[in-house]
Protein backbone atom coordinates (compact mmCIF):
# COMPACT_ATOMS: atom_id res chain seq x y z
CA UNK A 1 0.00 0.00 0.00
CA UNK A 2 2.64 2.87 0.85
CA UNK A 3 4.65 1.79 -2.59
CA UNK A 4 1.52 2.37 -4.06
CA UNK A 5 1.12 5.42 -2.38
CA UNK A 6 3.94 6.56 -3.51
CA UNK A 7 3.96 5.48 -7.04
CA UNK A 8 0.26 7.78 -7.22
CA UNK A 9 2.14 10.92 -6.02
CA UNK A 10 4.87 10.51 -8.32
CA UNK A 11 2.59 10.30 -10.65
CA UNK A 12 0.60 13.92 -9.58
CA UNK A 13 -2.77 13.12 -9.39
CA UNK A 14 -3.69 16.77 -9.97
CA UNK A 15 -2.22 16.29 -13.64
CA UNK A 16 -3.20 12.63 -14.25
CA UNK A 17 -6.71 13.43 -13.25
CA UNK A 18 -7.53 15.77 -16.07
CA UNK A 19 -5.43 14.22 -18.64
CA UNK A 20 -7.39 10.90 -18.50
CA UNK A 21 -10.26 12.50 -18.36
CA UNK A 22 -9.22 14.59 -21.07
CA UNK A 23 -8.22 10.96 -23.11
CA UNK A 24 -11.10 9.17 -22.42
CA UNK A 25 -13.58 12.42 -24.13
CA UNK A 26 -11.51 11.70 -27.59
CA UNK A 27 -11.73 7.65 -27.25
CA UNK A 28 -15.33 8.29 -26.99
CA UNK A 29 -15.56 10.62 -29.67
CA UNK A 30 -12.55 9.01 -32.20
CA UNK A 31 -14.60 6.42 -34.31
CA UNK A 32 -17.82 8.59 -34.93
CA UNK A 33 -16.99 9.50 -38.09
CA UNK A 34 -15.06 8.08 -41.20
CA UNK A 35 -11.10 8.60 -41.91
CA UNK A 36 -9.65 11.71 -42.53
CA UNK A 37 -7.86 12.58 -46.10
CA UNK A 38 -4.77 13.04 -44.37
CA UNK A 39 -5.48 9.35 -42.51
CA UNK A 40 -6.71 7.61 -45.73
CA UNK A 41 -2.89 8.81 -47.38
CA UNK A 42 -0.47 8.56 -44.26
CA UNK A 43 -1.80 4.69 -44.18
CA UNK A 44 -0.90 3.82 -47.46
CA UNK A 45 2.47 5.58 -47.50
CA UNK A 46 2.95 4.03 -44.39
CA UNK A 47 2.27 0.14 -46.50
CA UNK A 48 5.17 1.80 -48.30
CA UNK A 49 8.02 1.72 -45.89
CA UNK A 50 10.84 4.55 -46.42
CA UNK A 51 12.66 7.15 -44.49
CA UNK A 52 10.64 9.95 -45.83
CA UNK A 53 7.81 11.10 -47.97
CA UNK A 54 7.65 14.13 -50.36
CA UNK A 55 5.42 15.98 -47.70
CA UNK A 56 6.38 14.40 -44.28
CA UNK A 57 8.94 12.35 -42.31
CA UNK A 58 7.93 8.50 -41.64
CA UNK A 59 7.03 8.78 -38.37
CA UNK A 60 2.50 9.51 -39.03
CA UNK A 61 2.20 7.07 -42.36
CA UNK A 62 4.33 3.90 -40.15
CA UNK A 63 2.08 4.58 -37.27
CA UNK A 64 -0.80 5.00 -39.31
CA UNK A 65 -0.22 1.71 -41.45
CA UNK A 66 0.57 -0.28 -38.35
CA UNK A 67 -2.55 0.78 -36.37
CA UNK A 68 -4.33 -0.02 -39.40
CA UNK A 69 -3.23 -2.97 -40.03
CA UNK A 70 -4.67 -4.20 -36.23
CA UNK A 71 -8.48 -3.49 -38.13
CA UNK A 72 -9.81 -0.93 -35.20
CA UNK A 73 -10.88 1.33 -37.99
CA UNK A 74 -10.74 5.28 -37.32
CA UNK A 75 -11.22 4.58 -33.33
CA UNK A 76 -7.64 2.55 -33.85
CA UNK A 77 -6.13 5.06 -35.52
CA UNK A 78 -6.50 7.83 -33.22
CA UNK A 79 -5.32 6.47 -30.26
CA UNK A 80 -2.28 7.70 -30.51
CA UNK A 81 -3.52 11.73 -30.59
CA UNK A 82 -5.78 11.07 -28.04
CA UNK A 83 -2.72 10.57 -26.13
CA UNK A 84 -1.26 13.00 -26.85
CA UNK A 85 -4.03 15.57 -26.07
CA UNK A 86 -4.11 13.53 -22.37
CA UNK A 87 -0.66 13.86 -22.11
CA UNK A 88 -0.38 17.52 -22.88
CA UNK A 89 -2.49 18.67 -20.46
CA UNK A 90 -0.48 16.30 -17.85
CA UNK A 91 2.44 18.12 -18.90
CA UNK A 92 0.74 21.53 -18.22
CA UNK A 93 0.62 20.78 -14.65
CA UNK A 94 3.88 19.73 -14.60
CA UNK A 95 5.89 22.68 -16.04
CA UNK A 96 3.06 25.09 -13.77
CA UNK A 97 4.72 23.32 -10.89
CA UNK A 98 8.03 23.58 -12.40
CA UNK A 99 7.41 27.72 -12.36
CA UNK A 100 6.37 27.60 -8.99
CA UNK A 101 2.34 27.58 -9.17
CA UNK A 102 0.35 25.45 -7.42
CA UNK A 103 -3.73 25.27 -6.65
CA UNK A 104 -5.54 27.65 -8.69
CA UNK A 105 -2.19 27.88 -11.55
CA UNK A 106 -2.90 24.14 -12.07
CA UNK A 107 -5.95 24.01 -12.77
CA UNK A 108 -5.90 27.09 -14.94
CA UNK A 109 -3.31 25.69 -17.05
CA UNK A 110 -5.02 22.02 -17.36
CA UNK A 111 -8.64 23.78 -17.87
CA UNK A 112 -6.82 25.60 -20.82
CA UNK A 113 -4.83 23.14 -22.44
CA UNK A 114 -8.11 20.45 -22.52
CA UNK A 115 -10.95 22.53 -23.58
CA UNK A 116 -9.50 25.21 -26.30
CA UNK A 117 -11.22 24.70 -29.29
CA UNK A 118 -8.09 24.67 -31.91
CA UNK A 119 -6.28 21.92 -29.31
CA UNK A 120 -8.97 20.03 -29.42
CA UNK A 121 -9.30 19.73 -33.14
CA UNK A 122 -5.74 18.90 -33.51
CA UNK A 123 -5.80 15.66 -31.64
CA UNK A 124 -9.47 15.03 -33.39
CA UNK A 125 -7.86 12.82 -36.00
CA UNK A 126 -4.28 11.30 -36.50
CA UNK A 127 -2.20 13.84 -38.79
CA UNK A 128 1.07 15.25 -38.33
CA UNK A 129 0.11 18.29 -35.90
CA UNK A 130 -1.66 16.27 -33.59
CA UNK A 131 1.92 15.54 -32.06
CA UNK A 132 2.82 19.57 -32.04
CA UNK A 133 1.55 20.91 -28.74
CA UNK A 134 3.08 18.25 -26.80
CA UNK A 135 6.61 17.98 -28.33
CA UNK A 136 6.82 21.78 -28.38
CA UNK A 137 5.75 22.03 -24.96
CA UNK A 138 8.02 19.51 -23.54
CA UNK A 139 11.07 20.76 -25.09
CA UNK A 140 10.13 24.11 -23.40
CA UNK A 141 9.26 22.48 -19.97
CA UNK A 142 13.11 20.47 -20.54
CA UNK A 143 14.71 23.37 -21.31
CA UNK A 144 13.87 25.65 -18.56
CA UNK A 145 13.94 22.95 -16.33
CA UNK A 146 17.19 22.70 -16.82
CA UNK A 147 18.19 25.96 -16.63
CA UNK A 148 15.99 26.42 -13.12
CA UNK A 149 17.33 22.78 -11.72
CA UNK A 150 21.13 23.52 -13.04
CA UNK A 151 21.13 19.62 -14.66
CA UNK A 152 21.86 18.49 -18.03
CA UNK A 153 20.22 15.80 -17.73
CA UNK A 154 16.57 17.79 -19.25
CA UNK A 155 18.95 19.15 -22.05
CA UNK A 156 19.57 15.67 -23.35
CA UNK A 157 15.82 14.72 -23.14
CA UNK A 158 14.72 17.77 -24.78
CA UNK A 159 16.92 16.80 -27.89
CA UNK A 160 15.47 13.16 -27.90
CA UNK A 161 12.32 15.14 -28.28
CA UNK A 162 13.20 17.29 -30.66
CA UNK A 163 14.73 14.01 -32.93
CA UNK A 164 11.78 12.31 -32.15
CA UNK A 165 9.65 15.38 -33.13
CA UNK A 166 11.18 15.71 -36.10
CA UNK A 167 10.53 12.43 -37.50
CA UNK A 168 6.80 13.73 -37.56
CA UNK A 169 7.01 17.06 -38.49
CA UNK A 170 9.70 18.94 -39.81
CA UNK A 171 8.08 22.29 -38.52
CA UNK A 172 10.06 21.52 -35.18
CA UNK A 173 12.91 23.08 -36.50
CA UNK A 174 11.24 26.69 -36.25
CA UNK A 175 10.70 26.55 -32.78
CA UNK A 176 14.46 25.28 -32.51
CA UNK A 177 15.91 28.13 -34.09
CA UNK A 178 12.83 30.41 -32.36
CA UNK A 179 14.03 29.51 -29.25
CA UNK A 180 18.31 29.77 -30.09
CA UNK A 181 17.07 33.45 -31.21
CA UNK A 182 15.42 33.56 -27.72
CA UNK A 183 18.89 32.57 -25.54
CA UNK A 184 21.06 34.33 -27.61
CA UNK A 185 19.20 37.58 -26.64
CA UNK A 186 18.75 36.88 -23.07
CA UNK A 187 20.44 35.64 -20.21
CA UNK A 188 20.07 32.18 -20.95
CA UNK A 189 22.48 32.36 -23.43
CA UNK A 190 24.73 30.31 -20.99
CA UNK A 191 22.53 27.20 -21.60
CA UNK A 192 25.00 27.57 -24.87
CA UNK A 193 27.52 27.20 -23.11
CA UNK A 194 26.84 23.82 -21.79
CA UNK A 195 27.82 20.49 -23.61
CA UNK A 196 24.86 18.68 -22.69
CA UNK A 197 23.10 21.47 -24.82
CA UNK A 198 25.10 20.69 -28.05
CA UNK A 199 24.92 16.79 -27.13
CA UNK A 200 21.38 16.96 -26.67
CA UNK A 201 21.57 18.94 -30.37
CA UNK A 202 23.77 16.36 -32.22
CA UNK A 203 20.89 13.51 -30.31
CA UNK A 204 18.01 15.18 -32.29
CA UNK A 205 19.78 15.65 -35.31
CA UNK A 206 21.20 12.08 -35.05
CA UNK A 207 17.68 10.93 -35.02
CA UNK A 208 16.41 13.10 -37.56
CA UNK A 209 18.97 12.43 -40.15
CA UNK A 210 17.35 9.38 -42.06
CA UNK A 211 14.77 11.39 -43.15
CA UNK A 212 16.73 14.44 -44.17
CA UNK A 213 19.04 12.22 -46.12
CA UNK A 214 15.98 10.83 -47.50
CA UNK A 215 14.67 14.33 -49.03
CA UNK A 216 18.22 15.58 -50.21
CA UNK A 217 18.11 12.30 -52.33
CA UNK A 218 15.09 13.27 -53.96
CA UNK A 219 16.24 17.02 -54.25
CA UNK A 220 14.16 18.19 -51.21
CA UNK A 221 10.86 17.99 -52.29
CA UNK A 222 9.54 19.21 -49.30
CA UNK A 223 10.97 22.46 -50.05
CA UNK A 224 8.92 22.65 -53.14
CA UNK A 225 5.94 21.33 -51.82
CA UNK A 226 6.50 24.60 -49.18
CA UNK A 227 6.80 27.03 -51.71
CA UNK A 228 3.51 25.89 -53.38
CA UNK A 229 1.62 26.00 -50.43
CA UNK A 230 2.24 29.79 -50.64
CA UNK A 231 -0.07 29.89 -53.50
CA UNK A 232 -2.24 26.97 -52.40
CA UNK A 233 -2.90 28.97 -48.71
CA UNK A 234 -5.47 31.76 -48.49
CA UNK A 235 -3.82 35.30 -48.17
CA UNK A 236 -5.32 36.35 -44.76
CA UNK A 237 -4.40 39.94 -43.58
CA UNK A 238 -2.34 40.54 -40.73
CA UNK A 239 -5.94 41.49 -38.82
CA UNK A 240 -8.36 38.82 -39.56
CA UNK A 241 -5.78 36.41 -38.98
CA UNK A 242 -4.79 37.30 -35.41
CA UNK A 243 -8.71 37.91 -34.28
CA UNK A 244 -8.91 34.25 -35.43
CA UNK A 245 -6.07 33.47 -33.14
CA UNK A 246 -8.75 34.96 -30.62
CA UNK A 247 -11.46 32.74 -31.81
CA UNK A 248 -10.21 29.40 -32.44
CA UNK A 249 -8.06 29.31 -29.21
CA UNK A 250 -11.21 30.70 -27.00
CA UNK A 251 -11.75 34.47 -26.20
CA UNK A 252 -12.55 33.49 -22.83
CA UNK A 253 -8.86 32.22 -22.57
CA UNK A 254 -6.64 35.27 -24.35
CA UNK A 255 -5.93 37.05 -20.49
CA UNK A 256 -4.49 33.61 -20.06
CA UNK A 257 -2.02 33.25 -22.89
CA UNK A 258 -1.68 37.42 -23.45
CA UNK A 259 -0.39 37.58 -19.70
CA UNK A 260 1.90 34.27 -20.62
CA UNK A 261 3.29 36.94 -23.08
CA UNK A 262 4.24 39.49 -20.83
CA UNK A 263 4.54 38.43 -17.73
CA UNK A 264 8.25 37.58 -18.83
CA UNK A 265 8.97 41.02 -19.17
CA UNK A 266 7.28 42.16 -15.64
CA UNK A 267 7.33 39.56 -13.12
CA UNK A 268 10.94 38.81 -11.70
CA UNK A 269 10.03 35.74 -11.02
CA UNK A 270 9.64 34.75 -14.25
CA UNK A 271 12.48 36.63 -15.90
CA UNK A 272 14.36 33.54 -17.25
CA UNK A 273 11.30 32.84 -19.55
CA UNK A 274 11.32 35.61 -22.11
CA UNK A 275 13.72 33.30 -24.29
CA UNK A 276 10.40 31.26 -24.83
CA UNK A 277 8.77 34.32 -25.93
CA UNK A 278 11.11 35.46 -27.94
CA UNK A 279 11.23 32.10 -29.36
CA UNK A 280 7.46 32.36 -30.02
CA UNK A 281 7.74 35.79 -31.96
CA UNK A 282 10.07 34.28 -34.03
CA UNK A 283 8.09 31.61 -34.95
CA UNK A 284 4.63 34.11 -35.28
CA UNK A 285 6.87 35.89 -37.78
CA UNK A 286 7.86 32.83 -39.90
CA UNK A 287 4.40 31.37 -40.14
CA UNK A 288 3.18 34.68 -41.52
CA UNK A 289 5.37 35.27 -43.91
CA UNK A 290 4.77 32.01 -44.94
CA UNK A 291 1.42 32.64 -45.40
CA UNK A 292 1.13 29.71 -42.84
CA UNK A 293 -2.75 28.50 -41.93
CA UNK A 294 -3.62 29.37 -38.60
CA UNK A 295 -3.31 26.17 -36.89
CA UNK A 296 0.56 26.30 -37.56
CA UNK A 297 0.62 28.58 -34.27
CA UNK A 298 -1.32 26.30 -31.93
CA UNK A 299 2.02 24.19 -30.34
CA UNK A 300 2.86 28.11 -28.95
CA UNK A 301 -0.63 28.18 -26.46
CA UNK A 302 0.27 25.42 -24.14
CA UNK A 303 3.48 27.15 -22.83
CA UNK A 304 1.93 30.68 -22.76
CA UNK A 305 -1.04 28.68 -21.13
CA UNK A 306 1.31 27.85 -18.78
CA UNK A 307 2.89 31.08 -17.89
CA UNK A 308 -0.17 33.13 -17.56
CA UNK A 309 -1.34 30.74 -14.89
CA UNK A 310 1.35 31.24 -12.68
CA UNK A 311 1.20 34.83 -13.15
CA UNK A 312 -2.30 35.43 -12.82
CA UNK A 313 -2.89 33.34 -10.16
CA UNK A 314 -1.50 35.63 -7.18
CA UNK A 315 -4.14 38.24 -8.25
CA UNK A 316 -7.29 35.50 -7.31
CA UNK A 317 -6.17 36.01 -3.54
CA UNK A 318 -8.68 38.91 -3.20
CA UNK A 319 -12.01 38.76 -3.34
CA UNK A 320 -12.32 40.24 -6.63
CA UNK A 321 -9.73 38.35 -8.16
CA UNK A 322 -11.56 35.05 -6.82
CA UNK A 323 -14.89 36.31 -8.79
CA UNK A 324 -13.13 37.50 -11.70
CA UNK A 325 -11.12 33.92 -12.41
CA UNK A 326 -14.56 32.20 -11.41
CA UNK A 327 -16.52 34.22 -13.75
CA UNK A 328 -13.40 33.85 -16.74
CA UNK A 329 -13.21 30.12 -16.61
CA UNK A 330 -17.37 30.03 -16.90
CA UNK A 331 -17.20 32.15 -19.63
CA UNK A 332 -14.31 29.90 -20.97
CA UNK A 333 -16.12 26.13 -20.46
CA UNK A 334 -19.35 28.31 -22.13
CA UNK A 335 -17.14 29.10 -25.26
CA UNK A 336 -15.31 25.86 -25.56
CA UNK A 337 -18.98 24.24 -25.30
CA UNK A 338 -20.09 26.23 -28.06
CA UNK A 339 -17.20 25.34 -30.12
CA UNK A 340 -16.54 22.13 -29.33
CA UNK A 341 -19.00 20.67 -32.23
CA UNK A 342 -16.67 22.17 -34.66
CA UNK A 343 -13.62 20.87 -33.51
CA UNK A 344 -14.94 17.37 -32.18
CA UNK A 345 -17.36 14.81 -33.82
CA UNK A 346 -19.69 15.32 -31.31
CA UNK A 347 -22.56 15.92 -33.75
CA UNK A 348 -23.73 14.20 -36.86
CA UNK A 349 -22.90 15.56 -40.16
CA UNK A 350 -27.26 17.37 -40.92
CA UNK A 351 -26.99 18.64 -37.44
CA UNK A 352 -23.97 20.12 -37.06
CA UNK A 353 -25.24 21.62 -40.37
CA UNK A 354 -28.07 23.46 -38.58
CA UNK A 355 -26.09 24.31 -35.51
CA UNK A 356 -23.71 26.21 -37.11
CA UNK A 357 -26.47 28.04 -39.90
CA UNK A 358 -28.36 28.42 -35.76
CA UNK A 359 -24.72 30.10 -33.92
CA UNK A 360 -23.66 32.17 -37.17
CA UNK A 361 -20.58 30.31 -37.26
CA UNK A 362 -18.65 29.73 -40.27
CA UNK A 363 -14.90 28.48 -40.72
CA UNK A 364 -11.95 30.66 -41.62
CA UNK A 365 -11.17 29.91 -45.33
CA UNK A 366 -7.64 28.66 -44.58
CA UNK A 367 -7.01 27.36 -48.58
CA UNK A 368 -8.16 28.93 -51.73
CA UNK A 369 -10.45 25.85 -52.70
CA UNK A 370 -12.30 25.36 -49.37
CA UNK A 371 -14.87 27.98 -50.49
CA UNK A 372 -18.53 26.84 -50.40
CA UNK A 373 -17.57 23.48 -47.49
CA UNK A 374 -20.40 23.16 -45.82
CA UNK A 375 -18.45 21.89 -42.58
CA UNK A 376 -15.55 22.70 -41.07
CA UNK A 377 -12.24 21.22 -42.82
CA UNK A 378 -11.43 18.53 -39.68
CA UNK A 379 -15.04 17.21 -40.12
CA UNK A 380 -15.71 17.44 -43.79
CA UNK A 381 -12.64 16.10 -44.89
CA UNK A 382 -13.83 13.40 -43.14
CA UNK A 383 -16.84 12.57 -45.12
CA UNK A 384 -17.39 11.45 -48.52
CA UNK A 385 -15.43 8.76 -49.51
CA UNK A 386 -17.41 5.70 -49.60
CA UNK A 387 -19.35 8.00 -51.93
CA UNK A 388 -16.44 9.35 -53.86
CA UNK A 389 -15.31 5.62 -54.41
CA UNK A 390 -18.99 3.93 -55.03
CA UNK A 391 -19.31 6.64 -57.93
CA UNK A 392 -15.76 5.31 -59.60
CA UNK A 393 -16.30 1.48 -58.93
CA UNK A 394 -19.83 2.13 -60.44
CA UNK A 395 -17.97 4.15 -63.96
CA UNK A 396 -15.65 1.27 -63.60
CA UNK A 397 -17.92 -1.78 -63.91
CA UNK A 398 -19.60 0.30 -67.27
CA UNK A 399 -16.03 -0.50 -69.08
CA UNK A 400 -15.95 -3.98 -71.00
CA UNK A 401 -14.38 -6.26 -68.75
CA UNK A 402 -11.52 -7.03 -71.94
CA UNK A 403 -10.78 -3.55 -71.50
CA UNK A 404 -9.97 -3.28 -67.98
CA UNK A 405 -6.43 -4.71 -67.83
CA UNK A 406 -5.09 -2.21 -69.70
CA UNK A 407 -7.00 0.97 -68.12
CA UNK A 408 -6.04 3.05 -65.37
CA UNK A 409 -7.59 5.16 -62.96
CA UNK A 410 -6.34 8.67 -62.62
CA UNK A 411 -7.20 11.31 -60.01
CA UNK A 412 -6.14 14.46 -58.75
CA UNK A 413 -5.17 14.22 -55.02
CA UNK A 414 -3.72 12.03 -52.70
CA UNK A 415 -7.37 11.85 -50.70
CA UNK A 416 -9.23 10.45 -53.55
CA UNK A 417 -6.30 8.39 -54.61
CA UNK A 418 -5.68 6.56 -50.91
CA UNK A 419 -9.66 6.43 -50.73
CA UNK A 420 -9.66 4.23 -53.87
CA UNK A 421 -6.53 2.18 -52.99
CA UNK A 422 -7.90 1.18 -49.17
CA UNK A 423 -11.86 1.25 -50.51
CA UNK A 424 -12.17 0.73 -53.39
CA UNK A 425 -13.01 -3.64 -54.35
CA UNK A 426 -11.54 -5.13 -57.77
CA UNK A 427 -9.72 -1.75 -58.76
CA UNK A 428 -5.83 -1.59 -59.93
CA UNK A 429 -3.46 0.82 -57.39
CA UNK A 430 -4.78 4.56 -58.29
CA UNK A 431 -2.40 6.86 -60.08
CA UNK A 432 -1.93 10.91 -59.34
CA UNK A 433 1.01 13.28 -60.08
CA UNK A 434 -0.12 14.62 -56.28
CA UNK A 435 2.53 14.56 -53.45
CA UNK A 436 4.20 10.55 -52.78
CA UNK A 437 1.67 9.34 -56.09
CA UNK A 438 4.04 11.20 -58.08
CA UNK A 439 7.00 9.44 -56.82
CA UNK A 440 5.37 6.01 -57.57
CA UNK A 441 4.38 6.99 -60.64
CA UNK A 442 2.72 4.19 -63.19
CA UNK A 443 2.73 1.61 -60.26
CA UNK A 444 3.36 -0.85 -62.30
CA UNK A 445 1.12 -0.32 -65.17
CA UNK A 446 1.18 0.03 -68.48
CA UNK A 447 -1.96 1.59 -69.34
CA UNK A 448 -3.84 2.35 -72.68
CA UNK A 449 -6.52 3.74 -71.22
CA UNK A 450 -7.06 6.17 -68.35
CA UNK A 451 -10.50 6.39 -66.19
CA UNK A 452 -9.91 10.11 -65.07
CA UNK A 453 -11.70 11.85 -62.15
CA UNK A 454 -10.89 15.61 -63.11
CA UNK A 455 -12.94 19.07 -62.91
CA UNK A 456 -12.14 19.90 -66.71
CA UNK A 457 -13.71 17.36 -69.45
CA UNK A 458 -12.47 19.94 -71.80
CA UNK A 459 -8.73 19.91 -70.54
CA UNK A 460 -9.01 15.90 -71.25
CA UNK A 461 -10.15 15.88 -74.86
CA UNK A 462 -6.09 16.70 -76.40
CA UNK A 463 -4.43 13.66 -74.81
CA UNK A 464 -7.43 10.57 -75.93
CA UNK A 465 -8.93 8.74 -79.06
CA UNK A 466 -12.25 9.24 -77.54
CA UNK A 467 -13.93 10.92 -74.13
CA UNK A 468 -16.71 9.12 -72.11
CA UNK A 469 -18.30 10.89 -69.26
CA UNK A 470 -19.30 8.10 -67.59
CA UNK A 471 -20.14 9.52 -63.95
CA UNK A 472 -19.67 12.51 -61.71
CA UNK A 473 -18.78 13.12 -57.63
CA UNK A 474 -21.14 14.22 -55.16
CA UNK A 475 -21.04 14.42 -51.66
CA UNK A 476 -23.09 17.02 -49.44
CA UNK A 477 -20.79 17.22 -46.73
CA UNK A 478 -17.58 16.50 -48.45
CA UNK A 479 -15.18 19.04 -49.39
CA UNK A 480 -16.64 21.05 -52.10
CA UNK A 481 -13.97 21.20 -54.46
CA UNK A 482 -14.52 17.33 -54.29
CA UNK A 483 -18.07 17.41 -56.00
CA UNK A 484 -19.28 18.05 -59.42
CA UNK A 485 -15.87 16.60 -60.90
CA UNK A 486 -16.26 14.08 -64.01
CA UNK A 487 -15.52 10.95 -63.93
CA UNK A 488 -14.29 10.03 -67.86
CA UNK A 489 -12.75 7.13 -69.46
CA UNK A 490 -9.99 8.38 -71.93
CA UNK A 491 -9.32 5.81 -74.85
CA UNK A 492 -6.10 5.65 -76.74
CA UNK A 493 -4.02 8.68 -74.52
CA UNK A 494 -1.32 9.95 -76.33
CA UNK A 495 1.21 10.25 -75.64
CA UNK A 496 1.59 7.35 -73.72
CA UNK A 497 1.06 8.06 -69.53
CA UNK A 498 4.34 7.34 -69.25
CA UNK A 499 5.49 10.17 -71.31
CA UNK A 500 2.92 12.63 -69.50
CA UNK A 501 3.84 11.24 -66.44
CA UNK A 502 6.73 13.69 -65.17
CA UNK A 503 4.59 16.92 -66.71
CA UNK A 504 1.65 15.87 -64.34
CA UNK A 505 3.59 16.30 -60.53
CA UNK A 506 2.03 18.28 -58.31
CA UNK A 507 3.31 19.36 -54.94
CA UNK A 508 0.96 20.78 -52.69
Not at 474 to 481: K, P
Request: glycine content about 8%; aromatic content about 10%; hydrophobic content about 55%.
Amino acid sequence: MPRTFHVWRRLDPAALVPALLVLALHLALGGRYDLFRDELYFIVCGQHPAFGYVDQPPGVPLMAATLYGLGLGAWGLRLPSAVAAGALVWLAVRFVRLLGGTGLALGLAALACAIAPMLMGLAATLNTSAFDPLAWTAVAYLVVKASRTETDRPLLFAGLVAGLALQVKYSMVFWVAGLIIGLVLTSERRLLLRPAFWTGAVLAAAIALPSFVWQAVHGFPFLELGAAAQAKNADIPLLPFIANQFFVMNPALAPLWITGLLAPFVAKPLKDLRFLVIGAAVVVVIVRVGHGKDYYLAPLYPMLFVIGAVALAPLARTRAGRTATGVGAAAAVACSALAAPMALPILSPPVLEAYMHRIGASPQQQERSFKGTLLPQVMADQLGWHDFVGQVEAAWNRIPVSARAATAIKVDNYGEAAALDLYGKGLPPALSGHNQYFLWGLRGQKPIDVLSIQNNLAALRPYCRQVIQLGTTWSRYAMTFENGRVIALCRDVKPPLVTLWPSLKHYS
